[in-house]
């Protein structure tokens, strides 16, 4: 079993094997303290670059993936996709070689195009960071949930997790559902029929349960995990109306009385007050919402480290000979 992360890029955490995850989330473990320091700071990317590339609008994640290479001492640099050459008709591929010709160690990409960060991984050499891609992944979310989890009930293996929502238009659902049940979780998802849909039956063997009632999904959880509506992602009316939608779907602390006591009360964010969850449980004391956030910066900066130049890399997959030349040297 793999017990190292030697990879080039972070696609998704589906490829990844637990012990890569373990890895990830140990480094992660090592880079938590640093934003308690005084002076929060290391060298160790000193002299590298991260470009972020946010084709969709993000406040947690861009901002976390911008401090985290901060607090590891790169130059961190925003593209502001609106007021990029993206507007002039630019495509995407064009975008990322130019920026790949300015020698980034590392492109952190978000785009409504499932695949988007694939696609720029097989044309490119720098090494990419998907940010989330369409309802496709979002691997460092489930990254940071699963370090939350860790951090707060000392384990993952053997917990009951459900999550809650639009699990259809959800990449943190199908990130979170394939790193929890290669840990050895029991996750069981819910809402609307219209919302849950029966395709993930790679998984269904392999600890994740389908449950139509939302109720059952949260019985007995050790975990509760609530999405929002993804209503940029949604092409069709999945439900009359959001009103409907909260008073059936909404968790309330009724709702979450069905779990476990001691349950812990997850949510990627942005949270739809009163819809999705109620603000008794979002500022309750079993959420977990802003140590989501907080963690989200040390799963962020374990990311860049292992790919920026902290670990030796996989070899770079065969490129044009013309790329290989732009490779950049990390010695
Ligand atoms: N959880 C999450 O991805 O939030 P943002 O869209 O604000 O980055």
Redesign the pocket.
Known sequence: MQTTFNRRHLLGIRELQAGEINHLLDTAETFREVSQRHIKKVPALQGRTVINLFF????????SFEIAAKRLSADAVNVSVSTSSVTKGETLLDTARNLEAMAPDCIVI?HSMAGAPLHLARMTNAPIVN??DGAHE?PT?ALLDALTIREYKGRIEGLKVAIVGDILHSR?ARSNIYLLTKLGASVSVGGPGTLVPDDFAEVVDNGLRIEKRFEDAIEGADVVMILRIQRERQDAAFFPSMREYAVHYGLQPRHLARAAPDAIVMH???MNRGVEISSEIADGSQSLILDQVTN?VAVRMAVLYLLAGGSPAEPAEQKPAKKQKRKVNHE
């Open positions: 969709e609008p993000s406040t947690r994640t861009r901002t978000r940010a989330g979002h979310q943190v990627p964010g942005p989200g």
